[in-house]
C-alpha cells in the first residue's frame, strides 16, 4: 500500500516519511548492510541475507499494490536513512495480524525516527483491520522494549539463548504483540 510523503519536524531534525520507490532500491540494499553492521540489536550481520537492489524493488512493488503491506522510509536532506516495513500474512488463519521491524542508522538513533514510523505502521494497520501486529527484539534493546511498551505492545513470550552475537554471548529474544481492543 502506498501512503502519501509527510515532512516531519522533529527533535532538531527534519525529515520526510514515505514509501520508496523502484529508485531506492539501491540505496536500500546498501543502507541495510551497513545498518546491520551497526548494532547487535537486529537479526543480521553485516552482508547476510543479503537483499540486492532487484530484491528491494521486487519488495517496493509488491508492498505497493498490496493492502496488508506497508514499506516506510525515513529521508533526510535527500537521503534514507531508515525504515520500517509491516508485512501482513496471506495465510487464512494468519489474516489478522502483520509483522513488522524498523531500521535506523545510529547517527540517527535518539531523534524521534522510530516513535513515528511505529506511530505510522500502528495508524495504517488499525485501518487495515489487523488486529494483531507482532515484533521479536533482542531482550538487551531496552529503550526498544519501552517504546513498544508504551504503544501497547505486551511481552508475549521469551526464547532463551535464541541468538548468539560476535562476543559469542548468548541472548534472548523477546517476542511482543499489540492486540486491537477487540480481540481476546
Same mark, same amino acid.
Given at each position: 500500500?502506498?501512503?502519501?510523503?509527510?515532512?516531519?519536524?522533529?527533535?532538531?531534525?527534519?525529515?520526510?516519511?514515505?514509501?520508496?520507490?523502484? &529508485?531506492?532500491? =539501491?540505496? %536500500? #540494499? $546498501?543502507?541495510?548492510?551497513?545498518?546491520?553492521?551497526?548494532? $547487535?540489536?537486529?537479526?543480521?550481520?553485516?552482508?547476510? +541475507?543479503? %537483499? =540486492?537492489?532487484?530484491?528491494?524493488?521486487?519488495?517496493?512493488?509488491?508492498?505497493?499494490?498490496?493492502?496488508?503491506?506497508?514499506?516506510?522510509?525515513?529521508?533526510? $536532506?535527500?537521503?534514507?536513512?531508515?525504515?520500517?516495513?509491516?508485512?501482513? #500474512?496471506?495465510?487464512?488463519?494468519?489474516?489478522?495480524?502483520?509483522?513488522?521491524?524498523?531500521?535506523?542508522?545510529?547517527?540517527?538513533?535518539?531523534?524521534?525516527? +522510530?516513535?513515528? !514510523?511505529?506511530?505510522?505502521? %500502528?495508524?495504517?494497520?488499525?485501518?487495515?483491520?489487523?488486529? /494483531?501486529?507482532?515484533?521479536?527484539?533482542?531482550?538487551?534493546?531496552?529503550?526498544?522494549?519501552? !517504546? &513498544?511498551?508504551?504503544? +501497547?505492545?505486551?511481552?508475549?513470550? %521469551? !526464547? /532463551?539463548?535464541?541468538?548468539?552475537?560476535?562476543? +559469542?554471548? &548468548?541472548?534472548?529474544? *523477546?517476542?511482543?504483540?499489540?492486540?486491537?481492543?477487540? *480481540?481476546?
Amino acid at each position: 500500500m502506498i501512503i502519501e510523503n509527510r515532512k516531519i519536524e522533529g527533535k532538531n531534525l527534519t525529515w520526510v516519511r514515505r514509501c520508496p520507490t523502484k &529508485y531506492d532500491a =539501491t540505496e %536500500l #540494499s $546498501e543502507l541495510r548492510v551497513k545498518i546491520d553492521g551497526e548494532t $547487535e540489536y537486529l537479526d543480521r550481520e553485516s552482508g547476510e +541475507g543479503l %537483499l =540486492t537492489p532487484e530484491d528491494f524493488e521486487k519488495l517496493i512493488y509488491e508492498d505497493s499494490i498490496t493492502e496488508k503491506s506497508v514499506f516506510l522510509v525515513a529521508e533526510v $536532506e535527500g537521503k534514507i536513512i531508515g525504515f520500517s516495513r509491516c508485512v501482513g #500474512s496471506k495465510l487464512s488463519r494468519f489474516r489478522h495480524k502483520a509483522e513488522f521491524g524498523i531500521c535506523i542508522l545510529k547517527e540517527f538513533w535518539g531523534c524521534g525516527i +522510530g516513535k513515528v !514510523l511505529l506511530e505510522n505502521i %500502528l495508524f495504517w494497520a488499525d485501518n487495515q483491520g489487523i488486529k /494483531k501486529i507482532a515484533l521479536t527484539v533482542v531482550d538487551t534493546n531496552a529503550k526498544a522494549i519501552q !517504546l &513498544y511498551k508504551r504503544f +501497547g505492545f505486551e511481552e508475549e513470550g %521469551l !526464547l /532463551k539463548k535464541d541468538r548468539i552475537h560476535r562476543d +559469542g554471548i &548468548y541472548h534472548n529474544t *523477546v517476542i511482543m504483540g499489540r492486540f486491537k481492543n477487540d *480481540v481476546d
